[in-house]
């Protein structure tokens, strides 16, 4: 809104002298104030505001997010996902990830999709290996939720990285200290692994997950006892698994599918033929031209 200020000075050096005492008064009032300059409220002054309406507010936020698309390359802006459900689903084990004991002794499940119905994908990502600030000004330019699952032996270098990256509303999660092969260990091998993860976390983020994966997706029944015993709750895996150069399906069909948790990983040039950012928009370009929304997974745990 621009504001328009009329030159009352101007006007008021017009005023004749051979007007009466009241006009004169008004003159000299008319001067005073074209002289000050205080010609009622301006922009940047004081001015009231008006607020934008909830439509306008939208349209502004859509175009933001298309400039933002543009800037980092994507074909498109990715799409709004829906509200947090108001009541969340029942998590339970995918058939045939199920352990012995898992429904007697209430173990974490394992689980790949997420109950709904809704075009919805949740993007996870993997170890901490490359710390690309790039990246996590992309996903918060872009307001694409994810969630990090972490290995100490790669994040203690720099847990500063991943302070900043919780602070953009990154939900930081368990992948133990080191990333062993958890099967190959006794119980209280693994209990350490998950449990002293746990306290890590706790130390340096202010927070013990509940919200456990385990390294290269194996486990076994002493895994989710050792993940229950330190307050694991949730054990999900993948669908498919997304590189800077390809994809890659759990399923037959090869598709997203409603509810799909997506597997990525922190790596850069080092690894990969590219960086995050060109893995994010080979994941960002596919589900959002196939009518998917990106989704926090929490909302739904």
């Known amino acids: 809104m621009r504001a328009v200020v009329q ?27 074209g002289c000050s300059g205080d010609t009622g409220p301006a922009a940047g002054r004081g001015a009231p505001v008006q607020a ?49 004991g898992q429904e007697e002794e209430g173990l974490p499940p394992v689980f790949t999709t997420v109950p709904t119905k809704q075009k919805i994908v949740f993007l996870t990502i993997d170890d901490g290996a490359e710390k690309d600030p790039d990246f996590l000004r992309m996903m918060s330019e872009l307001k694409v939720p994810y969630t990090a699952f972490l290995s100490n032996y790669l994040i203690e270098e720099d847990y500063g990285y991943f302070r900043r990256m919780q602070a953009l509303g990154v939900t930081l999660d368990n992948h133990t200290l080191t990333h062993p092969y958890l099967p190959g260990l006794t119980y209280e091998e693994q209990k350490d692994e998950i449990c002293g993860m746990q ?29 229950k015993a330190c307050g694991i709750k949730y054990a999900p895996l993948w669908d498919e698994e997304v590189f800077v150069d390809h994809w890659e399906y759990r399923d037959w069909d090869r598709s997203l ?7 990525t990983h922190f790596r850069g040039r080092d690894d990969w033929d590219g960086t995050m950012v060109d893995d994010m928009r080979r994941f960002l370009n596919k589900v959002t031209r196939e009518g998917y929304a990106v989704a926090r997974l929490e909302d739904y745990l």
Do not use: C
Not at 52 to 60: D, E, L, M, V
Not at 72 to 92: F, M, Q, S
Not at 220 to 226: M, P, S
């Open 7 to 33: 030159n009352d000075k101007n006007r008021a050096s017009g005023v004749k002298v051979t007007v009466g005492s009241a006009a004169l008064a008004l003159a000299a009032a008319a001067l005073l104030s």
């Open 199 to 227: 306290a890590v976390m706790k130390r340096q983020f202010g927070k013990a997950p509940t919200v456990f994966r385990p390294p290269y997706g194996n486990y076994n029944g002493d895994t989710l006892r050792a993940a």
């Open 257 to 263: 599918h409603p509810g799909d948790i997506v597997l």
């Open 52 to 100: 934008k309406g909830p439509q306008a507010r939208q349209a502004a936020e859509q175009a933001r997010l298309a400039a933002a698309a543009r800037r980092w390359g994507l074909d498109r802006a990715p799409l709004t996902p829906p509200p947090p459900p108001a009541r969340k689903p029942e998590i339970t084990p995918r058939d045939g990830f199920e352990v012995d």
